[in-house]
């Protein structure tokens, strides 16, 4: 059996019992034969002490709870691989939200920005009695976009929304909006366009680029964000 | 004890849970008016419908001719003739309307070259009444339930439902009558508990796979509505019936769509052989999920599994076209290199049937109404989705059955409920003056308790039990056995201890919250399996082996019939399979072959 002990350093605060968050240290032995991913370990450690707390779910990289910061980079417990871990392997929570306790964050302002661009199909023409039509083409448009889990990590790597979290949408909520520009079925294309045509929501993007890095889907919100800005440039001239 | 206050607010309904049927269900109460109030552990999105792949099914045609009749069919033979004839006619003549409506709420079919909604084959989905496989699942890539979730959660955005996100609903209220009042539940960030005093409760909260050491489930799926509804006098339906699926990846437990058999994919022994054309001659690796996953175990058994253990078979996709695996598979090639560390372009994947979803529940009718024992509808109470039992899945569900049953039957419980709000048929009755005094008191014990169990070792040990005494293939005495280490298990967990005492997001008292429910399954699950003595759809045993007069083992004369578990006194009784459906005529009991 493959066992050893792994080292970390993981952010703690209780506000019913501390003053101030600290960094606990902490080890727990690991079988790689077993553990695999950072969330496998979690649970080792959680059940030495069952008070250290994160959210998870599925544990397999879709349904978006188990986001963190891993050495310094935003990612998801369950996708990340333990070998490739420097030691102390250091768990804070996402950056830029407030946090609740220990790796828990209040991710209310980050859904307010989602549900800011109106993510839904907007469409009032008469319902038809069968599906709308929609060519393989149109449909690969959405392709890098649907996909978003919501996780935040790209927003909550990101500067601008570190800064102004209540004016900026966030390369999330950006994402999100062009899936929805993008799909031949909406049909607010331009009420979209003028609500993002804003110095904060769209143009406080100053594509750093962080979003596309820490993507745990592979997606690029930065193209989106640069298409969008395409459109509005279009539709001007 | 002494005397806590709960705060207590009042809705027109109340829904405990915000995965698709949840989500179904108060898209129809928001959009019409009702004050509804929806409970979810976790942030709607991160509900476990996400995680579903292959495809919702429904006889669109669009690229073959297809029938809600060859779909009722196939329905009613996949659960091996223990189905509700009713709700399967029901549910399958609703399948293109629900689906068309889910595409007009935006979900991102994948297309077909005329710009229809995309169909895929999947296990047991046959035309003309078993004659040849069909394209039913209706697929975006092999992230349906992603799609789909989202898509309904932003259509309830729209709609402008009130969401208590990251609430955990404790217990049910029933007064004396019986009559269902609300829930009690937990804000997981304030350690506060409120009553929500409702007209209707919709119990939506998915299932519980969780019981089972290997499972393809998310944490979260630990059975809380079941738990809730037996602790609450409700008695639970067929519940050793636990779907295994075939393709879980070994020794991680994430799922692999059967939409990768679908698309063209093969199980493989460790000779190399295509071992489904002997299980299955006809559907070979389309059959049903337990038959596939029963001959995947018997391979295995008999030595002709994979890898170093020979515990293993093989799922390949290296015959099909690189680009289809990247454009219809993309999440399952993501998921081997994740947890397999393996590309399916390039190498095999290793699968082993994994537990993945449970046939049985809280016992509704297909209007989305719980009812009692004696078929009549519990006032006030309503479920649909995986923790209900219409019965539309009998003793083993279609894949894709369970997307399509919780649009169906979510949307269907949200109507009736409106009508029976509207029609005065249930109102806001007083509360009982001990309404909260269960929840309370399991509060208290889990902040006072010391010198207890831990909670990490009880479910542990409760998953191991169900994995060793209830898994694929069932025995007998191994099955009397399980029914004992079960209750044992269940004394431990009256005394769990948690160190955590914090109010704030105490995640260890929410875990041994959810043992509670746990226990519960897991205890319907064993007893109702122990005392089925026939082979029937996913539950087989050595004992009820295929003899000519009882094919496959299924023994129609003594065991054709629901099971009923009662946790007052850990007591069974049963009540008849409706074998009549709405309109058509009876699909006759027949021996199920592939």
């Known amino acids: ?52 707390s994160y959210r998870r779910s599925c544990r397999e990289g879709i349904c978006g709870s188990d986001a963190m910061n891993i050495n310094g980079k935003n990612g998801l417990a369950c996708l990340t691989e333990i070998k490739d871990l ?29 549900h800011s661009i109106k993510p839904y199909l907007i469409n009032e023409g008469p319902r038809p009695e069968r599906e709308r039509l929609q060519s393989p083409e149109e449909r ?28 900026f949408v966030g390369p ?42 820490v993507c745990p889907k592979g997606l690029n919100p930065t193209r989106a964000i640069g298409k969008i800005k395409e459109m509005m440039v279009r539709r001007a001239i | 004890m002494s005397k806590q206050s709960v705060a207590v607010r009042k809705f027109d309904a109340v829904i405990v849970g915000a995965g698709g049927s949840g989500l179904r269900a108060a898209i129809q109460l928001s959009e019409a008016g009702l004050k509804t109030a929806v409970l979810s552990k976790v942030f709607p999105t991160r509900s476990h419908t996400v995680a579903a792949q292959g495809g919702v099914s429904a006889s669109l045609g669009n690229s073959e001719e297809d029938h809600w009749h060859w779909h009722m069919y196939d329905t009613v033979k996949g659960s091996d003739w223990l189905g509700d004839q009713d709700a399967i006619e029901y549910m399958c003549r609703k399948a293109p309307e629900v689906v068309v409506e889910l595409e007009h709420f935006g979900m991102p079919f994948d297309r077909t070259d005329e710009g229809k909604i995309y169909q895929r084959p999947f296990g047991g989905h046959m035309s003309n009444f078993g004659e040849k496989p069909v394209r039913r699942a209706c697929a975006a890539a092999d992230r349906t339930g992603h799609a789909m979730l989202h898509a309904l959660y932003q259509r309830n955005v729209r709609a402008n439902t009130q969401f208590f996100v990251e609430w955990m609903a404790l217990d049910l209220i029933r007064d004396q009558s019986g009559e269902v009042l609300g829930v009690i539940a937990l804000e997981m960030e304030t350690g506060e508990v409120v009553a929500f005093h409702s007209k209707a409760t919709v119990f939506a909260t998915g299932g519980a796979g969780r019981i089972y050491y290997s499972s393809t489930n ?30 879980g990846v070994a020794g991680a437990g994430v799922l692999i769509t059967e939409g990768v058999r679908g698309e063209g994919g093969i199980l493989r022994n460790s000779t190399n052989e295509r071992f489904m054309e002997r299980y299955a001659p006809n559907a070979k690796d389309l059959a049903s999920r337990d038959v596939v996953s029963r001959a995947m175990v018997t391979e295995i058994n008999e030595g002709r599994g994979c890898g170093p253990n020979k515990d293993f078979v093989l799922l390949d996709i290296t015959h099909l076209d690189p680009a289809t695996i990247m454009k219809r598979l993309p999440g399952i090639r993501e ?9 399916p372009i390039k190498a095999p994947i290793p699968v082993v049937p994994t537990c993945h979803y449970q046939m049985g529940g809280v016992p509704t009718n297909y209007k989305g109404q719980v009812v009692g024992d004696d078929g009549a509808p519990v006032r006030g109470f309503y479920a649909a989705g995986e923790v209900a039992c219409a019965s539309v899945h009998g003793a083993n569900r279609l894949g894709t059955n369970s997307l399509l049953d919780l649009l169906v039957f979510g949307k269907a419980s949200g109507d009736t409920v409106i009508d029976d709000v509207r029609s005065g048929e249930i109102g806001l009755r007083d509360l009982p003056a001990d309404f909260a005094d269960r929840t309370l008191a399991r509060l208290n014990r889990l902040n006072t308790q010391t010198g207890g169990a831990s909670v990490n070792e009880c479910r542990l040990e409760l998953q191991r039990t169900m994995q060793k005494h209830c898994g694929v293939f069932r025995f007998k005495d191994m099955l009397v056995e399980g029914v004992a280490k079960i209750i044992e298990v269940e004394k431990a967990v009256a005394h769990t201890e948690i160190k955590d005492k914090s109010q704030v997001w105490n995640t260890a008292r929410v875990e041994a919250l959810e043992l509670d429910n746990l226990v519960e399954v897991a205890k319907a699950t064993m007893v109702s399996a122990e005392a ?12 009820a082996p295929d003899t000519p007069a009882n094919p496959n ?19 069974l009784s049963y009540k008849p399979v409706i074998m009549k459906p709405l309109s058509v005529e009876t699909i006759a009991l027949k021996t199920r072959s592939y």
Request: include cysteine; charge should be negative; charged fraction near 30%.
């Open chain 1, 1 to 52: 059996m493959a066992t050893s002990t792994m080292q970390f350093k993981i952010y703690r605060y209780d506000p019913d019992k501390d003053n101030a968050p600290y960094m606990q240290d902490a080890s727990v032995e690991v079988d790689f034969s077993l553990d695999r991913k950072l969330l496998d370990v979690l649970t080792r450690l959680k059940a030495k002490d069952d008070s250290l």
């Open chain 1, 86 to 114: 420097k030691q102390p392997v250091v768990l804070r929570p996402l950056p830029g939200l407030p946090v609740i306790r220990d790796l828990i964050v209040d991710m209310t302002q980050f859904f307010k920005q989602y």
């Open chain 1, 140 to 167: 690969e448009e959405l392709n890098g976009l649907y996909e978003c889990i919501l996780c935040a990590c790209c927003s909550t790597s990101c500067p601008s929304f570190w800064w102004n979290p209540d004016k």
């Open chain 1, 172 to 213: 999330a909520g950006l994402l999100n909006a062009y899936r929805f520009i993008a799909d031949t079925r909406d049909q607010a294309t331009n009420e979209r366009l003028d609500d993002l045509e804003d110095p904060y929501r769209l143009f406080r993007c100053h594509t750093i680029m962080n979003c596309v890095d």
């Open chain 2, 218 to 247: 998310a944490f979260i799926n630990t059975g809380d509505g079941l738990g809730m509804a037996a602790r609450a006098g409700i008695a639970l339906e067929d519940m050793e019936f636990w779907q295994f699926h075939p393709t």
């Open chain 2, 335 to 343: 998921i081997s290199i994740q947890f397999a560390g393996i590309d």
């Open chain 2, 532 to 543: 089925r003595k026939e082979s029937r759809g996913a539950h087989v045993r050595d004992d």
């Open chain 2, 553 to 571: 083992g299924r023994d129609d004369a003594n065991w054709h019939k629901h099971t009923l578990w009662h946790r007052e006194g850990n007591r």
